[in-house]
Each structure stands twice: as structure tokens, then as C-alpha cells.
């Protein structure tokens, strides 16, 4: 009988772990790029990647593209930070504006929006157009 009701509590601890969700971890301001190892300044830009309980962080999205295009073979959940709710996202289910991150050096990345009335509004305020991440994938590819 007590077999029994480890075996049921076993079965019931894997059906309860199976059947969670992969959950983001939280990125802090000053935490390090995986790919660039440059720090994240704005975590409304940052992204992530969670293989097997390890998380890899990313400054921003287009970044982590980079890091997918070299790494072809890396497997994992992807999530990107909503520009407007700073909530993480699929990147599948996100819009991407190009921006300047910085005029100086004229480095250029994306902003992902999990709305396409809040990316529609920051594409024309930024006179660009969203694009989605198959499209970011390809251009870090190229």
C-alpha cells in the first residue's frame, strides 16, 4: 500500500512538472550580455533565451538574433521584453521596430511590441516599419 502512494505522488510530481510552463527570469539593469558581454542598460530592450534551466541574457533582441544566427543549433524559449509593458514575449508573437540606439555611433537595433496599435505608433514616430522576428533573424543572418 505504501508503494503505491509513493508511486502515485511520484507520478503525480511529474505530471505537475511537465505540465508548467517555462517561466522568464528577471533581467536586471547591469546584468551582462551573453553574446556581446556588454552590460543591459534598458531592460525594456533586453531578451532571453532558457535552455535546461539555464538562462542566457541578451542586451536586446537583435542581439539575441545574432547569437541565434551563429548558433544554429542552439534550442531553447525565447522571450523579448515589450517595449510599452516592459512583460516578456514570444518574440514570434512580438512585433520589432528598428531604432538608433545611439546617434553617435549609429548603432541600430529593434524594439519588440506584443500590440501592433503600440508598434504602428512607434514605427511612424520613428519613420520606420515593424517587421516581424523572422524577418529580424534574417537580416542577423545576413
Not at 17 to 34: E, T, Y
Not at 94 to 102: C, G, K, R, S, T
Not at 115 to 137: C, F, G, N, R, Y
Amino acid at each position: 500500500m505504501r508503494f503505491h502512494a509513493v508511486a502515485l505522488a511520484a507520478v503525480g510530481a511529474l505530471l505537475t512538472l511537465s505540465c508548467s510552463s517555462v517561466k522568464p527570469m528577471a533581467i536586471q539593469a547591469g546584468d551582462q550580455c551573453f553574446r556581446c558581454r556588454r552590460p543591459i542598460v534598458e531592460k525594456t530592450l533586453a531578451a532571453q533565451m532558457l535552455d535546461g534551466g539555464f538562462a542566457s541574457k541578451f542586451r536586446t533582441s537583435g542581439c539575441m538574433a545574432k547569437y541565434l544566427a551563429d548558433h544554429p543549433a542552439e534550442t531553447g524559449t525565447t522571450f523579448v521584453a515589450d517595449y510599452a509593458t516592459g512583460k516578456w514575449v514570444s518574440p514570434d508573437r512580438a512585433l520589432f521596430v528598428p531604432v538608433v540606439l545611439n546617434p553617435d555611433t549609429g548603432e541600430r537595433d529593434y524594439r519588440a511590441y506584443s500590440q501592433k496599435a503600440d508598434a504602428d505608433a512607434a514605427a511612424a514616430e520613428l519613420h520606420s516599419v515593424p517587421v516581424d522576428w523572422k524577418t529580424v533573424l534574417e537580416k542577423a543572418r545576413s
